[in-house]
């Protein structure tokens, strides 16, 4: 389980630039260019597959990791290519049509949101292991006392960390100005209050 998450957390390093460059490739295609964004994915892939083989073989053993922990050297590096690929797109298609794609303010403001939720979901996590105990077999694991995982069930422990971590998310974003969270949170307001509405009439 520990070695999943760590695979996560590689993985969410490449989220942002991996959508946003398929957004680009869409108006390349719309421009009738097909070359353009082939020719940054066959550098995205060869790159990526230098760096796989490299955190995979070469890393674990340099670092003195556990050859397990090379696996998470993949997903981290296949994101750092996924940004120098939509780097190179967006850069592509500013000089078609000016600039484009999430400003550096709001792609700020994203990870701004995300980290203070993400610290929101650990505390609860923490609380968790301090109030049930870290479950068993933790200390087995590699660093398995550091951060361990509830003594409780998986499926409600993720709930509850990563209920947390949405709500936090979206009024976060929400405040800073970002439109849609502000329609998400309106909807959910707007629900409960039609709830409301409703359980007071019934009364």
């Given amino acids: 389980m520990r070695y999943l998450w760590y695979v996560l957390i590689g993985s969410s390093i490449g989220l942002v630039a991996a959508t946003q460059?398929?957004?680009?490739?869409?108006?390349?295609?719309?421009?009738?260019?097909?070359r353009t964004p082939l020719v940054f994915a066959a550098i995205r892939v060869a790159l990526t597959a230098v760096l796989a083989y490299w955190s995979a073989v070469k890393m674990p053993g340099l670092l003195g990791l556990p050859r397990e922990i090379g696996c998470v050297g993949i997903t981290a590096t296949t994101g750092l290519a996924a940004w120098l690929e939509f780097l190179l797109l967006?850069?592509?298609?500013?000089?078609?049509?000016?600039?484009?794609?999430?400003?550096?303010?709001?792609?700020l403001k994203l990870w701004f949101a995300a980290a203070v939720a993400a610290a929101g979901g650990l505390g609860v996590k923490v609380a968790l292991a301090w109030w049930r105990g870290a479950s068993p077999g933790a200390e087995q694991e590699w660093h398995g006392t550091?951060?361990?995982m509830p003594a409780m069930n998986a499926v409600l422990a993720g709930v509850l960390v990563l209920?947390?971590?949405?709500?936090?998310?979206?009024?976060?974003?929400?405040?800073?100005?970002n439109e849609q969270s502000r329609a998400v949170a309106g909807g959910v307001l707007g629900g409960l209050g039609r709830l409301r509405t409703l359980q007071r009439r019934e009364r």
């Fill in 163 to 177: 209920g947390v971590f949405g709500v936090l998310y979206f009024a976060i974003t929400a405040l800073l100005g």
């Fill in 21 to 34: 460059g398929r957004l680009c490739s869409s108006a390349f295609y719309a421009f009738k260019d097909t």
């Fill in 146 to 148: 550091a951060l361990p």
């Fill in 90 to 107: 967006r850069r592509g298609l500013s000089r078609r049509i000016g600039p484009s794609g999430i400003s550096p303010g709001a792609l």
